[in-house]
């Protein structure tokens, strides 16, 4: 391993010299004879470089995460101009046949938005970083004073651990890396497994014990042989990344999981939708017929075919600005405003959604349960709801009807003391009776048998018809369809029971309408009318929700009341419904795949094992740290993962147990999470967090804190699979490529390869130092390397240009010779390591899945045609199976910080709650704190892009003219946030720096009085905002990029836990809308 | 409704046969063709259309931009794709898409108006400047000659519409640190800002006195692209499919059909300045 | 010793002015702060201003040579020069404006007659062209008729290029502030006016030469102009203010308050109003004081301030209106500002021309003058 250190001293015009079209293009291009003709054309015909195919690459935007379709204008070598992929659904509506030839797109390109267009200066950052930084020792964490090294040093110096920084011995990855061997952490894995899975507490001590004989030479390995269950010390190394989409994250996975073997990966979904997310997950859990009880759901969620719905509610949606995104989604919109067709908008802020709604309702922030239950209380009340729909019990019913699913409305729910538990079943009324036979094969099996012989291979649920308790099988398609009663409360047998709808139309109606309304804080009037015009277009009405309802501490309640009142008419999988996304197997996981490179390990792969920094991989009941008592010193998280929250402040505790290494990977912890500052203090202190090292392409919130900071290429310069977003019914995959290379781009040697500077480079050199299993020239398997990014990101590629037939039937075409020529053309500005067509070609291998490799690349995805996006008046691509309307799982989960049940079905639970269920007290804080996304601004990211700056330089913040008047505030007055957690309202930056939490004032109307709001994007502290000093030399900041406002520093933290912020212990949700604040003027 | 009765009309209701799933209160609309949404996008169709008009001798097309502010949601990616496409530097803007809240709480809402060169037909701005480096060209566009101009500013002067800003001969990379050792810098990083392609020639604006720096500079409907097949960036990026863009002397083009209609407004009539830029209201 | 004082003022100004003029030249425009939407500011405005003092000032040596006015015997020479001296200055300062001055040559030779800007680069160029001319042949033979012909055609164009600047401002529609008030007629007379403000400090200061009785007699004559002209100045404003308040159009309003209760209430207030107009018009009234040397000579200054303010005053609020309200607020970056002061490096360039003036026309007086006469007395 050698760095060749080829530094960008190359100057632009030196490179515009090189890089010119009869300069090294055509030198490069010697090798390629076709490739010559096209550019010969190009020289003669002259004229717009824009109009030329050979000029274009398409790609996939990473601006913010909605991924449009790309096409890239490459001039002299560099990216000019950025515009829509008219291949992708993103940014054409209908988009064109996926079999268009590429010259025949060539004048073609589909609508982006304004981040989208300022792409190219992300890319071209003059911040972005091009050397590995290391901390100078002898200064502080934060302190913002860098020494570059070579990468290779760098690689030793993270992987051996020494005194790296005058400070006294600093565990390196190897030492991390304890337990080594892939066949003792497989047996201990199983182990463990039966240790969570054993009930009585005295047999589980067994277990531990008999634990510790079996491995008794390993034990040194674990982090604690009292508690084996916490795993090795491998454990001890935590990955936390931000945003990272597939291909990334399957070679992410790959490294951590299966080649270091450690079980800590998280990413950030819970600052995302969070507990958006994990309704879904509860809400799609899935009946188990071999034993009997619910597995957990799939991490997704549900969103509205804007495209065809007739009227929708958009919740906290923030459709015109952000949201998955404005150019996919905003058409459809503007379509329905011209086409007389209604929506509603409910939001406490006027979004720029909102000024063009039928209704605008400016709700009371958390209270959107409040407003659905009012409206699923006068559905149920006035029949406007699907009955039959809801009737429906089981998949063979659902198959007999014609629907493409099926809720548990019907579905009997034992009551204990006025608490629903768990589903009736049928053994317990003596429905069926429990035998145990022998079947073919010799084996002895529990069976379920009614009366008249109909057999169960597990104890399942019970519906009564006309009144009659009747078991049937909920998921076999060949099972009797059963259709059940809606409504039932009674006794059956010795069991108070009732029927899923019941419990909710009894949960609807623990309040009046006006009541409703009141706690909303809006009209009784809008409830009606909006339920009325919602109930008036058969399935072809949907309501939409985003981060709006979902990031209070009720977010799962708030959603799952909104699913609900989709779930009430029916139209989950419908046209004009609610939907989901779907995309293709990139992994390769389908029979006849060309590539399953999950499977291709060379050596054995390590198998991760133990409990998680966040507490998700069991319940704290099942693990050894269950001691009967609650609440526990942090909270546990039977149903969400990822919780970005969670990941520095359970370092900060060291619950469940201390980690010695932290690698971070775009991610903006300090900034994006709420009461940032608490995260600062824990990163800067190296006693907590003994080595951090960052990826990323500048020095940004987070890696501000780093020991080491290793480059990474930007969007236009990677690979990726962005794959899809609910709102769209295509299956899709979009393929991000490489399109450019900065000038003097430095490139590194890995296993012999010269590859770029990237986060792959980083995780490569690693594996190479540690030899980790998976990596490697038999990374894949004997004489299959992974040795370079394209090894593996082509075989993805091939498996999506193969498609999922295993027959080949789905493949793509293949690529014509003139569109080969394209290809080769269209990247002859790019250096051998980015792109070299005879390694890529080998990587795949066959000549005719290359060229259909090709012919992807060419479009920079692959998209299913447009008319194959719905079947009728459903989608093609449903969700197709049980939607939990009651949620049995659920309720069987327990808040380890009060020791109670989650509930398990729609009720009323009130925002703004502590983690332990208290009430936050905000006394003297007059307003509520809200944020939201501006079109210009890309989380973190957007600083850099002064285009875009140009719109909208500096964040507001918003306040309705009432308030302003009470307050005596002007437009533009420059006012001090504070609130009861953060009094001084600055985030104290532990480099003797404090960043005030101040910014200027805007007067409007269109937000609720006692509501203030500000976007995100601003106010930055690092990301080229403050100066740096690198080798002695400083890096002057740019004073553009420090504008305010930043204020999630003064949203509220939770009083129990006192370093992070409120949470959604069910959805896992960061809280970002439960804070009261003041403003000072200053 | 008490408990009761609600109890005894759902019960008749699940037996309303599963068949057909509609449910009392439910008209389920019927699928029908139409159902399909926009069966092509306007994007596709105008840049067919575009492809046309040029076939045409110059004389007989009539480029007209037409703007449905009911679409338009002020995303301002037109602003910035025309920046983008240009190059533009500090301070000088094509198409600024201009915001207002309108209304006291809770009755508000807001309008958005995108305003590029309006092309006027009878444009004030072209006859006040002293060396005819600003005038209609063949293609009905008023451009401006940065060879020609002197940079008196007479022109802007005269723009009723605010339509024209003067290049002072900024760069929005300027100042920032070079230091290529460690950071990509500002040398390197700056290409872009001297890639501008207007009027179809390279423009790289490096030195101080290097046209268009010392010139106005204004929207030209993107001439460079439409020669060559390519509408407008602000209409290709236009995610609320509100700008539209084609040549009004065609009758089947999607903008003839725009402009025939009632609701159509063009600013600033009363000056007589015959835009070629028209509004659905 | 007010002559030497002068001379000091003349130099220290065209020093200070030489950094202005280099940063100018060889940094360009952006530290000016005239922008993209205020985009005429002071130099257009003294631009005006010294096309308008050497109209004027020509206007005023017809007095000697074509109407011969007893009291201005003698003083034909000096107005012509000054006439001489004050147009390039003024040319100059409009020079700078350009964005690439060095293409000026195309006005001449490209030139669009429909741009009033052209016709008035053509104008003032034969203007100029005829003052010089009117002034050798005032030097060689000012009894002969070649100098009254030219005088006369001189006479005629230095009110048409008068009146031109005026509809440079007025003819443009888009500007209400501008539109309104008939500028072309007002300029010929702000032109005489400022010819005789200029005189009042000549003739008041730097004369003594003229006998006592004559000098007496036009300082009054002159004083009785400047209070005329300040009279009809007065009307005029009168006039525009109210009819554009009243007219209530949003934009005139606009631009009339930036004016009257805005970021410029002092410049018109205490500059334009007290110095520039009350001062004068309550002592020049006053034989005693408005014959004597040096208060004509001040209040001339004063009227000649407050002539530079009044132009500043119609150029800079013409254009503070937004064409487009709201457009300021959507697009951010240099130069897109609707708020206007001039800087450090306009008031320096602006302080070369004055400077520049200034020295020659004293120069001019004191040597120049009798020098040529001299040497064409030798030739002869
Ligand atoms: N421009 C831009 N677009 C983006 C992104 C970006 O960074 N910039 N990021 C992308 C990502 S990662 C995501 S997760 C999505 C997010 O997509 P959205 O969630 O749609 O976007 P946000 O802007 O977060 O909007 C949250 C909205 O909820 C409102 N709101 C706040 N509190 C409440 C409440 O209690 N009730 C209701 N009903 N509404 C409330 C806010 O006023 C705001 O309008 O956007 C994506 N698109
Ligand atoms: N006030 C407020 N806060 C919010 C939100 C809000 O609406 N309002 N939205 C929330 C939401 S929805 C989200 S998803 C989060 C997002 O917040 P995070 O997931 O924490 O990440 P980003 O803000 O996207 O910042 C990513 C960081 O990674 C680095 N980076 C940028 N590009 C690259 C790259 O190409 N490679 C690498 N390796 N690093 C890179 C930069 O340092 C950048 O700061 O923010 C949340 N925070
Ligand atoms: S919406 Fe997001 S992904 Fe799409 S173009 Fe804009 S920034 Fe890029
Ligand atoms: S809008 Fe202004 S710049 Fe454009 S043509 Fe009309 S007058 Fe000229
Ligand atoms: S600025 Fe240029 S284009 Fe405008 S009037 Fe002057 S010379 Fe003509
Ligand atoms: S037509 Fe071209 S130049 Fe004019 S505003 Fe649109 S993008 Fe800018
Ligand atoms: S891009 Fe379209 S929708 Fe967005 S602001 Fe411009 S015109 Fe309006
Ligand atoms: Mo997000």
């Given at each position: 391993?050698?760095?060749?250190?080829?530094?960008?001293?190359i100057?632009?015009?030196?490179f515009?010299?090189?890089?010119?079209v009869?300069?090294?293009?055509?030198?490069?291009?010697?090798?390629?004879?076709?490739?010559?003709n096209?550019?010969?054309k190009?020289?003669?015909?002259?004229?717009?470089?824009e109009?030329?195919p050979e000029?274009?690459l398409?790609?996939?935007c990473?601006?913010?995460n909605t991924?449009?379709?790309?096409k890239v204008k490459?001039?002299?070598?560099m990216?000019a101009?950025?515009?829509?992929n008219?291949?992708?659904p993103?940014?054409?509506?209908p988009?064109?046949p996926?079999?268009?030839?590429?010259?025949?797109?060539?004048?073609?390109?589909g609508?982006i938005?304004p981040?989208?267009?300022a792409g190219?200066?992300?890319?071209?950052?003059p911040?972005?970083i091009?050397?590995?930084?290391?901390?100078k020792p002898?200064?502080?964490r934060?302190?913002?004073k860098?020494?570059?090294?070579?990468?290779d040093?760098?690689?030793r110096?993270?992987v051996e651990?020494g005194?790296?920084?005058?400070?006294?011995?600093?565990?390196?990855?190897r030492?991390?890396r304890a337990?080594?061997?892939?066949?003792?952490?497989?047996?201990?894995a199983a182990?463990?497994?039966?240790?969570?899975?054993e009930?009585?507490?005295?047999?589980?001590?067994?277990?531990?014990?008999?634990?510790?004989?079996?491995?008794k030479?390993?034990?040194d390995?674990?982090?604690?042989?009292?508690?084996?269950?916490?795993?090795?010390?491998n454990?001890?190394f935590?990955?936390v990344w931000?945003r990272?989409?597939?291909?990334?994250?399957?070679?992410t996975?790959?490294?951590?999981?299966?080649?270091?073997g450690?079980?800590?990966?998280?990413?950030?979904?819970?600052?995302?939708?969070?507990?958006?997310?994990?309704t879904?997950?509860a809400?799609?859990?899935?009946w188990n017929?071999?034993?009997?009880?619910?597995?957990?759901?799939?991490k997704?969620?549900?969103?509205v075919?804007?495209a065809n719905s007739?009227?929708?509610?958009?919740?906290?949606?923030?459709?015109?600005?952000?949201?998955?995104?404005?150019?996919?989604?905003?058409?459809?919109?503007t379509?329905?405003?011209?086409?007389g067709r209604?929506?509603?908008?409910i939001?406490?802020r006027?979004s720029k959604?909102a000024?063009?709604?039928?209704k605008?309702?400016?709700?009371?922030?958390?209270?959107?349960i409040?407003?659905?239950?009012?409206m699923i209380r006068?559905m149920l009340?006035?029949?406007?709801y699907?009955a039959?729909?809801l009737?429906?019990?089981?998949?063979?019913?659902?198959?007999?009807?014609?629907?493409?699913?099926?809720?548990?409305?019907?579905?009997?729910v034992?009551i204990?003391?006025g608490?629903?538990?768990?589903?009736?079943?049928?053994s317990?009324?003596g429905?069926?009776?429990k035998?145990?036979?022998?079947?073919?094969?010799g084996?002895?099996v529990?069976?379920?048998v009614?009366?008249d012989?109909t057999?169960?291979t597990s104890?399942?649920p019970?519906?009564?018809?006309?009144?009659q308790?009747?078991?049937?099988d909920?998921?076999?398609?060949?099972a009797?369809p059963?259709?059940?009663?809606?409504l039932?409360?009674?006794?059956?047998?010795?069991?108070e029971?009732?029927?899923?709808?019941?419990?909710?139309?009894e949960s609807?109606q623990?309040?009046t309408?006006a009541?409703?309304a009141?706690i909303?804080?809006v009209?009784e009037?809008?409830?009606?009318?909006?339920?009325?015009?919602?109930t008036?277009?058969?399935?072809?009405?949907?309501?939409?929700i985003h981060r709006g309802?979902?990031q209070?501490?009720n977010?799962?309640y708030n959603?799952n009341?909104w699913?609900v009142?989709?779930l009430?008419?029916?139209?989950?999988?419908?046209?004009?419904g609610?939907?989901?996304?779907?995309?293709?197997?990139?992994?390769?996981?389908?029979?006849?795949q060309?590539?399953p490179?999950?499977?291709?390990?060379g050596?054995?792969?390590?198998?991760a094992?133990?409990?998680?920094m966040l507490?998700t991989?069991?319940t704290y009941e099942?693990?050894?740290?269950f001691?009967?008592t609650?609440?526990t010193k942090?909270p546990w998280?039977p149903?969400a993962?990822?919780?970005?929250?969670?990941?520095i402040?359970?370092?900060?505790d060291?619950?469940?147990?201390?980690i010695?290494?932290?690698?971070?990977?775009?991610?903006?912890?300090?900034?994006s999470?709420?009461g940032?500052?608490k995260?600062?203090?824990?990163l800067?202190d190296?006693?907590?967090v003994?080595?951090?090292?960052?990826c990323?392409i500048?020095?940004?919130?987070t890696?501000m804190?780093?020991?080491y900071?290793?480059p990474d290429?930007?969007y236009?310069?990677?690979?990726e699979?962005h794959?899809s977003?609910?709102s769209v019914p295509?299956?899709?995959e979009?393929?991000?490529q490489?399109?450019?290379?900065?000038?003097?781009?430095?490139?590194v040697?890995?296993f012999?390869?010269?590859?770029?500077?990237?986060?792959?480079?980083?995780?490569?050199?690693i594996?190479e130092?540690?030899?980790?299993?998976g990596?490697?020239?038999?990374?894949?398997g004997?004489?299959k390397?992974l040795?370079?990014?394209?090894?593996?990101?082509?075989?993805?590629v091939?498996?999506?240009?193969?498609?999922e037939?295993?027959?080949?039937?789905?493949?793509?075409?293949?690529?014509?010779?003139?569109?080969?020529e394209?290809?080769?053309?269209?990247?002859?500005?790019?250096?051998?390591?980015f792109f070299?067509?005879e390694?890529?070609?080998a990587?795949v291998?066959d000549e005719?899945?290359?060229?259909?490799v090709?012919?992807?690349?060419?479009?920079g995805?692959?998209?299913?045609?447009?008319?194959k996006?719905?079947?009728?008046?459903?989608?093609?691509?449903?969700?197709?199976?049980?939607v939990n309307?009651?949620?049995?799982?659920?309720?069987?989960?327990?808040?380890?910080?009060?020791g109670?049940?989650?509930v398990?079905?729609?009720k009323?639970i009130s925002?703004?709650?502590?983690?332990?269920?208290e009430?936050?007290?905000s006394?003297?804080?007059d307003?509520?704190?809200?944020?939201?996304?501006?079109?210009?601004?890309?989380?973190a990211?957007?600083i850099s892009?002064?285009w875009?700056?140009?719109?909208?330089?500096?964040?507001y913040?918003y306040m309705?003219?009432?308030d302003?008047?009470?307050?005596?505030?002007r437009?533009?007055?420059?006012?001090r946030?504070?609130?009861?957690?953060?009094?001084e309202?600055?985030?104290?930056?532990?480099?003797?720096k404090?960043h005030p939490?101040?910014?200027?004032v805007?007067?409007?109307?269109?937000i609720r009085?006692?509501v203030?709001?500000?976007p995100?994007?601003?106010?930055?502290w690092?990301?080229g905002?403050?100066d740096v000093?690198?080798?002695?030399?400083?890096?002057?900041?740019?004073?553009?990029?420090?504008?305010p406002l930043?204020?999630?520093g003064a949203?509220?933290?939770d009083?129990?836990?006192?370093?992070?912020?409120?949470?959604d212990?069910?959805?896992?949700?960061a809280v970002?809308?439960?804070?009261?604040?003041?403003?000072?003027?200053v | 409704m008490?408990?009761a009765?609600?109890?005894e009309?759902?019960?008749?209701?699940?037996f309303a046969?599963?068949?057909a799933?509609?449910a009392?209160?439910?008209?389920?609309?019927?699928l029908?063709?139409e159902?399909l949404p926009?069966k092509?996008?306007?994007l596709?169709?105008?840049?067919?259309?575009?492809?046309?008009?040029?076939?045409?001798?110059?004389?007989?097309?009539?480029?007209?931009?037409?703007?449905?502010?009911?679409?338009c949601?002020g995303?301002?990616?037109c602003?910035?794709?025309c920046v983008?496409?240009?190059?533009l530097?500090p301070g000088?803007?094509?198409?600024p898409?201009?915001?207002?809240e309108i209304g006291t709480?809770?009755?508000v809402t807001?309008?958005?108006?995108?305003?590029?060169?309006?092309q006027?037909?009878?444009p004030?701005c072209?006859e006040?400047?002293?060396?005819?480096?600003?005038y209609?060209?063949?293609?009905?566009?008023v451009?401006?000659?940065y060879?020609?101009c002197?940079?008196c500013r007479?022109?802007?002067?005269?723009?009723?519409?605010?339509?024209?800003?003067f290049?002072?001969?900024y760069?929005?990379l300027?100042?920032?640190?070079?230091?290529?050792?460690?950071?990509?810098?500002?040398?390197?990083?700056?290409?872009?800002e001297?890639?501008s392609?207007?009027?179809?020639?390279?423009?790289k604006?490096?030195k101080r006195h290097?046209?268009p720096i010392g010139n106005?500079?204004?929207?030209?409907f993107?001439l460079?692209r439409?020669?060559d097949g390519?509408?407008?960036?602000?209409?290709?990026?236009c995610i609320?499919r509100a700008?539209?863009?084609g040549?009004a002397n065609?009758p089947?083009s999607?903008v003839s059909?725009?402009?025939?209609?009632?609701?159509v407004?063009?600013?600033?009539?009363?000056?007589?300045t015959?835009p070629r830029?028209?509004?659905?209201? | 010793?007010?002559?030497?004082?002068?001379?000091a003022?003349g130099?220290?100004?065209?020093?200070?002015?030489?950094w202005?003029?280099?940063v100018?030249?060889f940094?360009?425009?952006?530290?000016?702060n005239?922008?993209?939407y205020?985009s005429w500011g002071?130099?257009?405005?003294i631009?005006?201003?010294l096309a308008?003092v050497?109209a004027?000032?020509?206007?005023?040596?017809?007095?000697?040579y074509l109407f011969?006015?007893?009291q201005?015997?003698?003083t034909?020479?000096t107005?012509?020069?000054?006439?001489?001296?004050t147009?390039?200055?003024?040319?100059?300062?409009?020079?700078?404006?350009?964005g690439h001055?060095?293409r000026?040559?195309?006005?001449?030779?490209?030139?669009n007659?429909?741009?009033?800007?052209a016709?008035m680069?053509?104008g003032?160029?034969?203007f100029?062209?005829?003052i010089a001319?009117?002034?050798y042949?005032?030097?060689?033979?000012?009894e002969?008729?070649a100098?009254k012909?030219?005088?006369?055609?001189?006479f005629?164009?230095?009110?048409?290029v008068?009146g031109?600047v005026?509809f440079?401002?007025?003819?443009?529609?888009a500007?209400m502030?501008?539109h309104?008030g008939?500028l072309?007629?007002?300029?010929p007379?702000?032109?005489?006016?400022?010819?005789?403000?200029?005189?009042?400090?000549?003739?008041?200061?730097?004369m003594?030469?003229?006998d006592?009785?004559?000098?007496?007699?036009l300082?009054w004559l002159?004083?009785?102009?400047?209070?005329?002209?300040?009279v009809a100045k007065?009307?005029?404003?009168l006039?525009?203010?109210t009819?554009?308040?009243?007219?209530?159009?949003?934009?005139?309003v606009i631009?009339v308050?930036?004016v009257?209760?805005?970021p410029?209430?002092?410049?018109?207030?205490?500059?334009q109003i007290?110095i520039?107009?009350?001062?004068p018009?309550?002592?020049l009234?006053?034989?005693?004081?408005?014959k004597n040397?040096?208060?004509?000579?001040l209040?001339?200054?004063?009227?000649?301030?407050?002539y530079?303010?009044?132009?500043i005053?119609?150029?800079?609020?013409?254009?503070?209106?937004?064409?487009?309200?709201?457009q300021?607020?959507?697009?951010?970056?240099p130069k897109?500002?609707?708020?206007?002061?001039p800087?450090?490096?306009e008031?320096?360039?602006?302080s070369?021309?004055?400077?520049?003036?200034?020295?020659?026309?004293?120069?001019?007086m004191?040597?120049l003058?009798d020098?040529l006469?001299?040497v064409?007395?030798?030739?002869?």
């Amino acid at each position: 391993m050698s760095t060749k250190e080829s530094k960008p001293t190359i100057s632009r015009r030196d490179f515009l010299k090189l890089s010119g079209v009869a300069g090294a293009t055509v030198a490069f291009l010697g090798s390629l004879p076709q490739a010559q003709n096209v550019l010969a054309k190009v020289q003669v015909e002259g004229g717009n470089f824009e109009a030329k195919p050979e000029n274009q690459l398409y790609t996939v935007c990473l601006q913010c995460n909605t991924g449009c379709g790309i096409k890239v204008k490459i001039l002299e070598g560099m990216a000019a101009k950025i515009d829509g992929n008219p291949y992708s659904p993103w940014t054409l509506w209908p988009h064109i046949p996926y079999e268009t030839p590429v010259k025949e797109v060539a004048t073609l390109e589909g609508a982006i938005c304004p981040k989208g267009q300022a792409g190219i200066q992300t890319a071209y950052d003059p911040y972005r970083i091009v050397s590995v930084l290391k901390r100078k020792p002898g200064t502080k964490r934060g302190e913002g004073k860098w020494i570059t090294i070579p990468f290779d040093q760098a690689i030793r110096e993270i992987v051996e651990g020494g005194d790296l920084f005058g400070e006294g011995h600093v565990d390196g990855l190897r030492a991390v890396r304890a337990l080594t061997d892939t066949e003792v952490a497989a047996k201990m894995a199983a182990a463990v497994k039966a240790i969570w899975g054993e009930k009585d507490s005295a047999k589980k001590k067994e277990l531990v014990k008999k634990f510790q004989e079996d491995f008794k030479d390993y034990l040194d390995a674990l982090i604690d042989p009292e508690h084996p269950d916490l795993g090795p010390k491998n454990n001890q190394f935590m990955f936390v990344w931000g945003r990272m989409k597939g291909g990334r994250e399957d070679f992410t996975h790959r490294f951590f999981q299966e080649a270091f073997g450690t079980i800590n990966m998280n990413g950030h979904t819970t600052i995302c939708q969070g507990s958006l997310y994990f309704t879904g997950k509860a809400m799609s859990a899935k009946w188990n017929p071999a034993t009997g009880s619910f597995d957990s759901g799939d991490k997704f969620y549900w969103q509205v075919d804007t495209a065809n719905s007739e009227f929708v509610i958009y919740v906290g949606v923030n459709l015109f600005d952000s949201n998955y995104g404005p150019p996919q989604r905003v058409p459809k919109a503007t379509e329905a405003i011209v086409s007389g067709r209604k929506f509603a908008v409910i939001d406490p802020r006027m979004s720029k959604l909102a000024a063009k709604a039928w209704k605008w309702v400016p709700i009371k922030p958390g209270q959107d349960i409040a407003f659905a239950l009012g409206m699923i209380r006068w559905m149920l009340e006035n029949g406007r709801y699907n009955a039959d729909y809801l009737a429906i019990a089981n998949k063979a019913a659902a198959d007999a009807a014609g629907e493409p699913n099926y809720t548990n409305a019907t579905w009997l729910v034992k009551i204990k003391d006025g608490v629903p538990e768990k589903h009736l079943r049928a053994s317990e009324i003596g429905l069926v009776e429990k035998v145990t036979e022998t079947n073919a094969d010799g084996k002895e099996v529990t069976v379920y048998v009614t009366p008249d012989g109909t057999r169960f291979t597990s104890d399942v649920p019970v519906i009564l018809v006309n009144g009659q308790p009747v078991a049937f099988d909920p998921v076999d398609p060949k099972a009797a369809p059963v259709v059940g009663d809606l409504l039932f409360s009674g006794k059956i047998g010795d069991f108070e029971v009732k029927t899923g709808l019941q419990i909710l139309l009894e949960s609807a109606q623990e309040h009046t309408l006006a009541e409703w309304a009141e706690i909303a804080g809006v009209a009784e009037n809008d409830i009606i009318e909006i339920a009325a015009e919602f109930t008036s277009h058969g399935r072809k009405a949907a309501a939409d929700i985003h981060r709006g309802p979902s990031q209070h501490t009720n977010g799962f309640y708030n959603n799952n009341a909104w699913y609900v009142v989709n779930l009430l008419i029916g139209n989950f999988d419908y046209k004009g419904g609610v939907i989901k996304a779907s995309t293709y197997d990139r992994k390769g996981g389908k029979p006849g795949q060309p590539f399953p490179v999950d499977k291709m390990f060379g050596d054995h792969h390590f198998t991760a094992f133990g409990l998680d920094m966040l507490r998700t991989k069991t319940t704290y009941e099942k693990s050894t740290l269950f001691d009967g008592t609650y609440p526990t010193k942090r909270p546990w998280f039977p149903i969400a993962t990822d919780i970005y929250q969670e990941d520095i402040p359970s370092i900060g505790d060291a619950y469940p147990y201390p980690i010695k290494v932290l690698m971070t990977y775009m991610s903006a912890l300090p900034y994006s999470v709420p009461g940032g500052q608490k995260i600062i203090e824990i990163l800067a202190d190296t006693k907590k967090v003994p080595l951090h090292i960052a990826c990323d392409i500048m020095i940004g919130e987070t890696s501000m804190y780093a020991d080491y900071i290793f480059p990474d290429l930007s969007y236009l310069e990677r690979w990726e699979f962005h794959g899809s977003h609910p709102s769209v019914p295509w299956k899709v995959e979009n393929v991000r490529q490489p399109v450019i290379s900065i000038p003097g781009w430095p490139t590194v040697k890995v296993f012999g390869e010269e590859i770029p500077m990237s986060y792959e480079a980083l995780l490569l050199a690693i594996a190479e130092q540690l030899e980790l299993p998976g990596f490697g020239p038999n990374g894949f398997g004997e004489g299959k390397p992974l040795t370079r990014p394209e090894h593996f990101y082509l075989k993805q590629v091939a498996n999506i240009a193969f498609g999922e037939k295993e027959d080949g039937s789905d493949a793509v075409p293949e690529a014509d010779d003139e569109e080969l020529e394209f290809f080769r053309a269209a990247r002859r500005h790019l250096p051998k390591s980015f792109f070299d067509e005879e390694v890529w070609k080998a990587t795949v291998g066959d000549e005719s899945l290359w060229r259909r490799v090709v012919y992807v690349l060419n479009r920079g995805g692959r998209y299913e045609a447009f008319e194959k996006g719905y079947k009728g008046d459903k989608v093609a691509h449903p969700y197709g199976r049980l939607v939990n309307l009651y949620q049995e799982k659920t309720a069987t989960l327990i808040n380890t910080m009060t020791g109670k049940p989650f509930v398990g079905y729609l009720k009323y639970i009130s925002p703004a709650l502590s983690s332990t269920g208290e009430e936050i007290q905000s006394d003297g804080y007059d307003l509520h704190l809200l944020t939201y996304k501006t079109i210009t601004m890309a989380k973190a990211r957007g600083i850099s892009n002064y285009w875009t700056l140009a719109v909208l330089p500096e964040g507001y913040l918003y306040m309705n003219s009432r308030d302003a008047q009470r307050l005596g505030l002007r437009d533009g007055d420059l006012v001090r946030i504070v609130s009861a957690s953060n009094p001084e309202g600055v985030y104290d930056l532990q480099n003797g720096k404090k960043h005030p939490i101040v910014g200027r004032v805007k007067v409007i109307e269109g937000i609720r009085p006692g509501v203030v709001a500000f976007p995100l994007g601003f106010g930055h502290w690092a990301s080229g905002a403050a100066d740096v000093e690198i080798d002695g030399k400083i890096v002057k900041g740019d004073p553009r990029r420090a504008v305010p406002l930043m204020a999630n520093g003064a949203m509220q933290l939770d009083p129990v836990l006192g370093n992070s912020p409120l949470t959604d212990i069910v959805g896992g949700s960061a809280v970002f809308y439960d804070s009261k604040v003041r403003v000072e003027k200053v | 409704m008490t408990e009761a009765n609600l109890l005894e009309k759902y019960a008749s209701e699940v037996f309303a046969g599963l068949v057909a799933p509609v449910a009392e209160g439910l008209e389920i609309s019927a699928l029908s063709a139409e159902d399909l949404p926009a069966k092509e996008d306007a994007l596709v169709r105008m840049e067919r259309e575009l492809k046309r008009a040029l076939e045409k001798p110059v004389s007989e097309r009539r480029w007209v931009m037409v703007i449905d502010l009911r679409r338009c949601v002020g995303c301002n990616a037109c602003t910035v794709a025309c920046v983008a496409e240009n190059k533009l530097p500090p301070g000088v803007v094509y198409r600024p898409v201009i915001t207002e809240e309108i209304g006291t709480y809770p009755n508000v809402t807001m309008r958005f108006l995108p305003r590029p060169c309006m092309q006027c037909d009878k444009p004030p701005c072209t006859e006040v400047c002293p060396v005819t480096a600003t005038y209609k060209n063949e293609e009905g566009i008023v451009v401006i000659d940065y060879e020609q101009c002197i940079g008196c500013r007479a022109c802007m002067a005269a723009c009723p519409y605010g339509a024209r800003t003067f290049d002072f001969g900024y760069y929005y990379l300027e100042q920032l640190p070079v230091l290529d050792e460690t950071i990509v810098g500002m040398e390197t990083a700056s290409g872009y800002e001297h890639a501008s392609q207007e009027y179809g020639r390279a423009w790289k604006r490096e030195k101080r006195h290097d046209s268009p720096i010392g010139n106005v500079r204004k929207c030209h409907f993107c001439l460079h692209r439409i020669k060559d097949g390519i509408l407008p960036a602000c209409v290709t990026t236009c995610i609320g499919r509100a700008t539209y863009f084609g040549d009004a002397n065609d009758p089947d083009s999607l903008v003839s059909e725009l402009i025939s209609q009632p609701n159509v407004i063009r600013l600033k009539e009363e000056l007589g300045t015959e835009p070629r830029v028209y509004y659905i209201v | 010793m007010i002559k030497k004082i002068s001379y000091a003022v003349g130099v220290l100004a065209l020093l200070f002015g030489l950094w202005g003029v280099y940063v100018r030249l060889f940094e360009g425009e952006q530290s000016a702060n005239y922008g993209s939407y205020i985009s005429w500011g002071l130099w257009v405005a003294i631009y005006l201003f010294l096309a308008g003092v050497s109209a004027g000032a020509y206007m005023l040596a017809t007095f000697d040579y074509l109407f011969n006015v007893p009291q201005f015997k003698g003083t034909g020479k000096t107005m012509l020069w000054a006439s001489l001296v004050t147009l390039p200055a003024g040319l100059a300062s409009i020079g700078m404006d350009l964005g690439h001055m060095e293409r000026i040559w195309k006005v001449y030779l490209q030139p669009n007659f429909t741009s009033f800007l052209a016709l008035m680069v053509w104008g003032y160029t034969i203007f100029l062209i005829l003052i010089a001319i009117s002034l050798y042949l005032a030097i060689k033979a000012p009894e002969k008729a070649a100098l009254k012909a030219v005088m006369w055609i001189g006479f005629v164009v230095s009110i048409l290029v008068a009146g031109g600047v005026g509809f440079l401002l007025g003819g443009n529609a888009a500007r209400m502030y501008w539109h309104v008030g008939l500028l072309p007629v007002q300029f010929p007379v702000f032109a005489i006016a400022s010819g005789a403000a200029l005189m009042l400090l000549l003739v008041g200061w730097f004369m003594p030469s003229l006998d006592g009785k004559q000098r007496g007699d036009l300082l009054w004559l002159l004083a009785i102009i400047s209070i005329a002209t300040s009279v009809a100045k007065l009307y005029f404003l009168l006039a525009d203010f109210t009819q554009s308040l009243y007219g209530g159009a949003v934009d005139n309003v606009i631009a009339v308050q930036s004016v009257l209760t805005g970021p410029y209430r002092f410049s018109f207030w205490v500059v334009q109003i007290v110095i520039g107009l009350l001062i004068p018009l309550l002592v020049l009234p006053q034989p005693k004081l408005a014959k004597n040397g040096f208060v004509a000579g001040l209040m001339g200054l004063f009227l000649l301030i407050g002539y530079v303010a009044a132009r500043i005053l119609i150029v800079v609020p013409g254009q503070i209106p937004e064409m487009m309200p709201g457009q300021a607020e959507v697009f951010h970056g240099p130069k897109l500002s609707l708020a206007y002061t001039p800087s450090l490096m306009e008031w320096s360039v602006t302080s070369a021309v004055l400077g520049f003036a200034i020295l020659g026309i004293l120069i001019g007086m004191d040597y120049l003058l009798d020098y040529l006469t001299r040497v064409m007395e030798a030739k002869k």
